[in-house]
């Protein structure tokens, strides 16, 4: 049986019984719609209708297969991919002789690593604990693994997941620095990142002592989101005294990482895991670290990624400034204020824009139907005579359009552009 995941946000209430209905009604799979606005691979979502109602039937079978390859050590993305490029899935992979392997492209190292490995795992077992800690997994071919981490060249392929992301994560920026952070490096690291975090950005940062904690605290209280990226598995929270701030993170946000459950946090896991937090994000933010931080090693890799690094200056006789002064000098962009990073991103109208989302028309008919309409009454056969649409699409079109704020009926079935609308729809089409 499929499992339903339902994204909810404004008005959801008015819906429930909706969804319940659509539900029942699509999970069969030989019900399904096969139009081009219902495409079907290993995914069925639903969100032309409702733009705060969406619903995701997961039908990835091999989803357990990914787990059992990402428990292997020293199988990644390039011979994850040359497995599923050769075999066509990795249930098949799973499933192959040594030989078959080889001939798909493995070498011999990763051939023994599977050898000594694939016996001794239990797929089962291992999905039975994933939902036991409420995680969830994403493999990099879902459509919600995170698009600009996608983009660096070693992505990981499968992230765990406990939280939600929600589409406005898109909008996040790295914030990491020192674990031993100065009063100094607490204040601004605080006043920026409750800034940024009232702005609508989503703050990314690695649960460490100092600075870490900080910003995901400060961007909390703030009312804002955060994720956080773990170095072990999302069952061990290090260090243990954040335990509760990764509780409260997961309540807005999400806990994030590559390494499967009892995974521990070894120290190489720590710069491997940095290329997620960069990778993630529109850019890093270095606030105070030392130029032996592995906060450096962080800005490094944003760098190698084509991300955008911003640094908090620093006394010259502190030591804790040293690296992020030193960024400054190679050419990283210099934070004073919050502002500074919102221009250079392009950022300052985020907050609108994720309003303006939630808004602005989801498919090809809602377009054409806002385009023949004004701030002067439509009668719905109008509607219908200059779109040329059948009266029963434009007339279920318009009531979806009417709960999502996108058009208002003034009298019997005369419909008008809500105000919002008006404002900025004519603008983009314009």
């Known amino acids: 049986m499929p499992r339903l995941y339902i994204q909810v946000s404004r008005q959801v209430k008015k819906f429930l019984n909706i969804t319940k209905s659509t539900y029942h ?52 993305r390039v011979r994850l991919g040359q497995l599923e490029s050769y075999f066509g899935s990795l ?13 798909a492209g493995l070498d011999s190292v990763a051939l023994r690593a599977i050898a000594q490995w694939r016996d001794s795992i239990s797929l089962d077992a291992e999905m039975e604990k994933l939902e036991r800690h409420g995680v969830q997994v994403l493999t990099c071919n879902d459509a919600g693994y995170p698009r600009r981490l996608k ?12 939280g939600s992301l929600l589409p406005e994560d898109e909008w996040c920026l790295a914030v990491v620095g020192t674990r031993r952070a100065t009063v100094y490096g607490k204040q601004v690291t605080d006043e920026i990142v409750a800034d940024l975090a009232r702005s ?7 649960l460490a002592k100092g600075i870490d904690t900080i910003a995901h605290r400060s961007a909390l209280e703030a009312g804002g989101r955060s994720l956080a ?16 701030l990764a509780r409260d993170i997961m309540a807005h946000g999400a806990l994030l990482s590559e390494y499967p459950l009892g995974a521990k ?26 130029e032996t931080s592995g906060a450096m090693i962080t800005a490094r890799m944003a760098l190698e990624q084509d991300r955008e690094v911003f640094a ?11 690296g992020t002064n030193h960024l400054i000098q190679e050419g990283a962009k210099l934070v004073r204020v919050y502002t500074d990073i919102l221009e250079e991103l392009n950022l300052t109208t985020v907050a609108r824009q994720i309003e303006m989302r939630e808004i602005l028309p989801e498919s090809e008919t809602e377009s054409l139907l806002l385009r023949h309409l004004s701030a002067e009454p439509s009668h719905i056969d109008e509607v219908c005579r200059r779109s040329g649409l059948p009266a029963a699409t434009v007339s279920g079109t318009l009531a979806m359009m009417e709960l999502k704020g996108l058009v208002k009926q003034v009298g019997t079935m005369n419909y008008v552009l809500s105000r919002e609308m008006r404002q900025e729809y004519r603008v983009r089409v314009d």
């Open 200 to 206: 609508k950005i989503t703050i990314v940062s690695g």
């Open 25 to 76: 009604n699509f999970k069969n799979k030989s019900k399904l719609p096969t139009n081009d606005s219902f495409p079907f691979k290993n995914d069925f979502i639903l969100s032309s209708a409702y733009p705060c109602v969406r619903i995701k039937i997961a039908l990835n079978t091999d989803i357990k297969y990914w787990v059992g390859f990402n428990n292997i050590p020293g199988i990644g």
């Open 151 to 162: 983009e660096i060249y070693d992505y990981p392929p499968v992230l765990y997941l406990k």
């Open 312 to 322: 908090i200056p620093g006394s010259i006789l502190s030591p804790a400034s040293r």
């Open 91 to 103: 249930e098949l992979a799973w499933k192959a002789t040594p030989g078959e392997m080889k001939r």
């Open 265 to 290: 946090p070894r120290a190489e896991n720590f710069p491997r895991r940095n290329r997620i937090l960069s990778g993630l994000s529109l850019g890093v933010l270095v606030a105070e670290a030392d």
């Open 229 to 244: 990226v773990f170095a072990s598995g999302l069952d061990i929270v290090y260090p243990a005294e954040n335990e509760r």
